[in-house]
């Protein structure tokens, strides 16, 4: 290393890393872990023609050509003599859809393959379906690496598609989303000098939201409606029999509470009645209504399937991800709709 390269004891304790040097099992284990890598499962099939599989992270590939990957399993890894003796194994890149069998195949004491469907292969190495990439290898070498085998394998078929993968980060699933190569700018002009900009989050946010729902205006527009009676309507189709007081728990969070005149207006379209019962008002979809709130949640899916589209299905995902962790940061106490009553 030459002195311009080389770093020292107080750069390296700096605040920006701090070197441990005790090499504590679980700090090292965390450390580890905080690099961001797919999730897999290994199959291969034993002697006596039992299936066998694990989930697992060490995944990497080794050379293109020849084409070659490698994957480590623990030495007290009860699969372990399997995966010695085999001379076939596959290794599946899990999709977003399949984190609950990485939990299955990541436990033990049970039938990881039962009601599981299998594609024919190379080998007999069992095949799973659905998968982001799936790579059918023949062991080539055998290493040991400490408390691990190292298992490096030549590929002698591979197939892939556009699922969006399975992450793992720092002990929790991960979704990943794509970076551009520049910052994104939605503007052609500087920005002004001034403290808002259009990386605060509100505004991001904000753009974002009637972005969208200009875009469902205009389909809202050809029935009349505008997008204050869709999200009544809509909560009327999740529940229903609401008083007006209730129904404004669920929209008031809007800035637009739903007014008598209102209700008035969706009554005389005949998309909703009203029942009294005990002097007290409830307002429930008709049939008429329930068909139409349909076909308005139909029309916002089909805005959202378009931006899904050109945001690609694992950067929507993800956002989703985003959005529901965003709104339990910022709930100010609103009852679930889709729960109990």
């Not at 378009?306 to 100010?332: F, H, P, Y």
Request: net charge negative; aromatic share 8%; proline share 4%.
């Amino acid at each position: 290393m030459s002195a311009d390269t080389a770093i020292t004891k107080s750069q390296l304790n700096g605040p920006a890393m701090t070197a441990n040097l005790s090499f504590d099992p679980q700090a090292f284990r965390t450390a580890l872990g905080t690099f961001t890598t797919g999730v897999t499962i290994i199959t291969s099939r034993g002697e006596d023609g039992e299936a066998v599989g694990i989930t697992a992270n060490s995944f990497n590939s080794v050379s293109l050509n020849p084409p070659m990957v490698l994957w480590s399993l623990a030495k007290n890894a009860r699969s372990l003599p399997t995966f010695s003796h085999s001379k076939h194994w596959n290794v599946h890149v899990l999709s977003t859809e399949q984190e609950s069998l990485s939990g299955r195949f990541a436990r033990q004491g049970e039938d990881k393959f039962a009601g599981i469907e299998l594609d024919d292969g190379v080998s007999n190495a069992p095949l799973l379906q659905d998968c982001t990439a799936r790579f059918q290898c023949r062991t080539a070498f055998q290493y040991e690496g400490g408390d691990h085998v190292i298992f490096v394998g030549e590929v002698l078929a591979f197939d892939h598609s556009e699922r969006a993968p399975l992450a793992f980060q720092s002990g929790q699933y991960a979704l990943a989303t794509r970076k551009p190569r520049e910052e994104l700018r939605l503007g052609s002009t500087p920005p002004p000098e001034c403290s808002y900009t259009e990386d605060l989050l509100g505004y991001l946010l904000g753009r974002s939201h009637y972005q969208m729902l200009h875009a469902l205006r205009r389909q809202l527009h050809s029935q009349q409606l505008d997008d204050h009676a869709f999200f009544l309507l809509s909560v009327l189709c999740i529940r229903d029999a609401l008083t007006l007081e209730e129904l404004n728990t669920f929209v008031g969070y809007t800035g637009k509470n739903a007014q008598p005149s209102t209700l008035l207006f969706l009554e005389r379209q005949g998309l909703v009645a009203r029942e009294i019962q005990a002097g007290v008002t409830r307002y429930v979809l008709t049939a008429a209504g329930r068909e139409t709130s349909l076909e308005e949640i139909a029309l916002a899916k089909a805005v959202e399937e378009e931006v899904s589209m050109r945001l690609g299905s694992n950067d929507a995902q993800a956002l989703k991800v985003l959005l529901k962790r965003l709104i339990a940061a910022t709930d100010c106490g609103l009852p679930d709709l889709w729960g109990p009553r």
